[in-house]
């Protein structure tokens, strides 16, 4: 924090203290691509993320500078013009959270000056850009005395993805970022946004988050594509199911019906998100009884599905999954984020984690060509103001 408040008085050239603002990135324990299937999703928010530092102006412009991005310098803009620009980059996802809490009601009068700088690495699937659209909103709330609901502020954020941005995205990674408790998961239902918090006690062991280190290139077109074969497999049960979402079955009433569904791929695709629903269901009582081993099954399950049923993990993630599950110590593994890339998770013994990497990295390394990237994720609070002295 001391580095980026010197950086924001260079940049800026001021000798003023700015406001620090700090919103995490996200994890996701299990329930992948449940969330547009009317199911649960089982999100945690981490210790890494973006922060924010900023002063109020005396008039309406806006300046944004990213220590991660600093080939693009200073970026621009004014209160009387806030519309999405493609040159502005990165800075489109602050300014999408600018225009549409003014244009929720809350007043913002003038400008700012704000530093970014963030810890998430960059491709890997852990939510940077809801974490970005998060910190701007709890910067903008600090900076202007204002008081959004917290709930308002998620959905303004997954609006800036859907509507500013142009991204079909759902609500989990914003609730995840706004809603994070330390040390507790969200089991969310996606479609009424009911939600429980989960206390994780990891006592021994520590969750490793893996970076495969791949750019996710194809993951935009194989999601919206996953998106459509669940819709169709869908309408398909409707002709007889009285049902609006997938996640609404269990495993044995699709087992009863999975003939409704015409098409052998789609059939398949359905059967992960009803199975991947039921099993994050079954991870809250796992955690709630304290069954870290059955967890670790469930996760494992789940990355076996990601895998045949849905079709989405790739040579990359399955190596470091493979690998992960073969070493001493590790009770899950599996995929994480929309896959095609991206990262793993695993949850491993805190003593045998320097094994576990060179084990692991070792076995990739063969297989891929090149190296993973390792992390230890702690689970943190939401988007949250900075206190001197605390984080």
Known sequence: MKDLLQQYQKIFKTTEKPVQFFAPGRINLIGEHTDYNGGHVFPASISFGTYAVGRKRNDQKFRFYSVNFPESGMIHCDLADLTYCVQDDWANYPKGMIHLIRESGFPITNGADILFYGDIPNGAGLSS???????????????????????????????????????????????????GKQDHAILLNCQTLEYEYAPISLDNYCIMIINTNKQRTLAGSKYNERRQQCEQALKDLQT??????????????????????KDDTNRKRAKHAVSENVRTVEALKKLQAGDLDGFGKLMNDS???????????????????????EQEGVIGARMTGAGFGGCAIAIVEKDKQASFKQNVNRKYREMIGYDATFYTAAISDGAKQIREGVH
């Open 129 to 179: 850009s809801a974490s970005i659209e998060m910190v701007t909103g709890v910067l903008l709330e600090g900076l202007f005395n204002l008081e959004i609901d917290r709930m308002q502020m998620i959905k303004l954020g997954q609006k800036v993805e859907n509507e500013y941005i142009g991204v079909n995205s759902g609500i989990m990674d914003q609730f995840a970022i706004g809603m």
């Open 240 to 261: 007889e199911l009285s049902i609006t979402s997938l996640g609404e079955l269990s495993n044995e009433q699709f087992l009863e019906q999975q003939q409704l569904i």
């Open 303 to 325: 990355h076996h599905s990601l895998k045949y049923d849905y079709e989405v993990t790739g040579k990359e993630l399955d190596c470091l999954v493979q690998a992960a599950c």
